[in-house]
Protein backbone atom coordinates (compact mmCIF):
# COMPACT_ATOMS: atom_id res chain seq x y z
CA UNK A 1 0.00 0.00 0.00
CA UNK A 2 1.22 3.46 -0.37
CA UNK A 3 1.61 6.19 1.71
CA UNK A 4 0.04 8.60 -0.83
CA UNK A 5 -3.11 6.27 -1.46
CA UNK A 6 -4.94 7.79 2.38
CA UNK A 7 -4.75 11.08 0.81
CA UNK A 8 -5.79 11.12 -2.54
CA UNK A 9 -9.27 11.69 -2.25
CA UNK A 10 -8.21 15.19 -0.15
CA UNK A 11 -6.77 16.15 -3.66
CA UNK A 12 -9.83 17.54 -4.78
CA UNK A 13 -10.51 19.68 -1.29
CA UNK A 14 -7.47 21.41 -1.83
CA UNK A 15 -8.36 22.40 -5.50
CA UNK A 16 -11.40 23.53 -4.56
CA UNK A 17 -10.16 25.62 -0.77
CA UNK A 18 -7.64 27.08 -3.04
CA UNK A 19 -10.15 28.37 -5.68
CA UNK A 20 -12.47 29.45 -2.67
CA UNK A 21 -9.66 31.76 -1.25
CA UNK A 22 -8.68 32.89 -4.23
CA UNK A 23 -12.26 34.24 -5.16
CA UNK A 24 -12.85 35.75 -1.60
CA UNK A 25 -9.32 37.31 -2.01
CA UNK A 26 -10.24 38.47 -4.77
CA UNK A 27 -13.33 40.15 -4.17
CA UNK A 28 -12.17 41.72 -1.03
CA UNK A 29 -9.42 42.82 -2.57
CA UNK A 30 -12.07 44.45 -5.50
CA UNK A 31 -13.85 46.06 -2.79
CA UNK A 32 -11.21 47.67 -1.10
CA UNK A 33 -9.99 48.93 -4.40
CA UNK A 34 -13.34 50.45 -5.45
CA UNK A 35 -13.74 52.26 -1.75
CA UNK A 36 -10.00 53.82 -2.38
CA UNK A 37 -11.01 54.81 -5.62
CA UNK A 38 -13.76 56.46 -4.11
CA UNK A 39 -12.88 58.23 -1.90
CA UNK A 40 -10.06 59.35 -4.27
CA UNK A 41 -12.65 60.69 -7.17
CA UNK A 42 -14.22 62.99 -4.29
CA UNK A 43 -10.78 64.60 -3.23
CA UNK A 44 -9.82 65.21 -7.23
CA UNK A 45 -13.76 66.63 -7.67
CA UNK A 46 -13.32 68.70 -4.58
CA UNK A 47 -9.45 70.34 -5.26
CA UNK A 48 -11.29 71.01 -9.72
CA UNK A 49 -14.21 73.05 -8.05
CA UNK A 50 -11.60 74.63 -5.59
CA UNK A 51 -9.71 75.38 -8.79
CA UNK A 52 -12.37 76.35 -10.91
CA UNK A 53 -13.53 79.25 -7.70
CA UNK A 54 -10.20 80.24 -7.75
CA UNK A 55 -10.32 81.42 -11.70
CA UNK A 56 -13.59 82.58 -11.11
CA UNK A 57 -12.28 85.02 -8.35
CA UNK A 58 -9.26 85.64 -10.21
CA UNK A 59 -11.18 87.11 -12.81
CA UNK A 60 -13.08 89.19 -10.90
CA UNK A 61 -10.09 90.66 -9.13
CA UNK A 62 -8.71 91.55 -12.48
CA UNK A 63 -11.68 93.00 -13.65
CA UNK A 64 -11.95 95.48 -10.28
CA UNK A 65 -8.08 96.57 -10.68
CA UNK A 66 -9.13 97.21 -14.54
CA UNK A 67 -12.37 99.23 -13.16
CA UNK A 68 -10.33 101.18 -10.55
CA UNK A 69 -8.06 102.08 -13.23
CA UNK A 70 -10.58 103.07 -16.03
CA UNK A 71 -11.76 105.68 -13.29
CA UNK A 72 -8.41 107.98 -13.79
CA UNK A 73 -7.21 106.08 -17.14
CA UNK A 74 -8.97 105.66 -21.17
CA UNK A 75 -10.54 102.24 -20.69
CA UNK A 76 -7.89 100.63 -23.40
CA UNK A 77 -4.97 102.05 -20.88
CA UNK A 78 -6.50 100.61 -17.81
CA UNK A 79 -6.80 97.08 -19.79
CA UNK A 80 -3.27 97.01 -20.76
CA UNK A 81 -1.64 98.35 -17.19
CA UNK A 82 -4.18 95.28 -16.21
CA UNK A 83 -2.65 92.78 -18.59
CA UNK A 84 0.42 93.54 -18.09
CA UNK A 85 0.16 93.00 -14.19
CA UNK A 86 -1.54 89.93 -14.47
CA UNK A 87 1.43 88.96 -17.27
CA UNK A 88 4.05 90.00 -14.61
CA UNK A 89 1.81 87.98 -11.90
CA UNK A 90 1.87 84.48 -13.82
CA UNK A 91 5.70 84.83 -15.44
CA UNK A 92 6.31 85.18 -10.97
CA UNK A 93 4.34 82.24 -10.27
CA UNK A 94 6.34 80.50 -13.14
CA UNK A 95 9.15 80.76 -11.69
CA UNK A 96 8.60 79.87 -8.68
CA UNK A 97 6.84 76.72 -9.79
CA UNK A 98 10.20 76.25 -11.84
CA UNK A 99 12.75 76.81 -8.97
CA UNK A 100 10.77 74.59 -6.66
CA UNK A 101 9.80 71.70 -9.31
CA UNK A 102 14.21 71.71 -9.64
CA UNK A 103 14.84 71.51 -5.88
CA UNK A 104 12.84 68.29 -5.75
CA UNK A 105 14.03 66.41 -8.43
CA UNK A 106 17.90 67.15 -8.15
CA UNK A 107 18.81 64.41 -10.62
CA UNK A 108 19.67 65.94 -13.73
CA UNK A 109 17.48 64.01 -16.64
CA UNK A 110 20.43 61.94 -18.22
CA UNK A 111 20.52 59.71 -14.90
CA UNK A 112 18.84 56.43 -15.00
CA UNK A 113 16.16 56.55 -12.61
CA UNK A 114 16.01 55.17 -9.30
CA UNK A 115 20.01 55.26 -9.22
CA UNK A 116 22.67 53.73 -11.02
CA UNK A 117 22.25 50.99 -13.35
CA UNK A 118 22.95 47.16 -12.53
CA UNK A 119 26.24 45.87 -12.36
CA UNK A 120 25.05 42.40 -13.72
CA UNK A 121 21.38 41.83 -15.24
CA UNK A 122 18.79 40.31 -12.96
CA UNK A 123 19.77 36.51 -13.94
CA UNK A 124 23.28 36.48 -12.52
CA UNK A 125 24.81 35.67 -15.99
CA UNK A 126 27.21 38.17 -15.52
CA UNK A 127 27.86 41.55 -17.63
CA UNK A 128 25.32 42.98 -19.05
CA UNK A 129 28.12 44.42 -22.06
CA UNK A 130 31.85 43.50 -22.08
CA UNK A 131 34.39 45.56 -20.01
CA UNK A 132 35.70 48.30 -22.03
CA UNK A 133 39.76 47.85 -22.41
CA UNK A 134 42.01 50.72 -21.19
CA UNK A 135 44.16 50.11 -24.40
CA UNK A 136 43.11 50.22 -27.85
CA UNK A 137 43.80 46.14 -28.95
CA UNK A 138 47.06 45.55 -31.14
CA UNK A 139 47.29 44.48 -34.71
CA UNK A 140 50.07 43.33 -36.16
CA UNK A 141 50.61 46.48 -37.95
CA UNK A 142 51.39 47.76 -33.82
CA UNK A 143 53.94 45.20 -33.57
CA UNK A 144 56.16 45.76 -36.70
CA UNK A 145 55.54 49.35 -35.49
CA UNK A 146 59.71 50.92 -34.75
CA UNK A 147 57.78 53.44 -31.77
CA UNK A 148 56.76 51.09 -29.95
Known amino acids: MNRSEPLDHLEHLDKELVEELAQVARVTIREELREQTRKQRRTA ?14 GAVVVAVGLALAIGLPGWAAALI ?6 AVAFALRASAHSSSSEHHPHPPHRVVGGTPP ?25 DDPRR
Open 45 to 58: VLYGASGAAALYAG
Open 82 to 87: TGALMA
Open 119 to 143: VAPPGGLGMPYPPIPKNPPETPADL
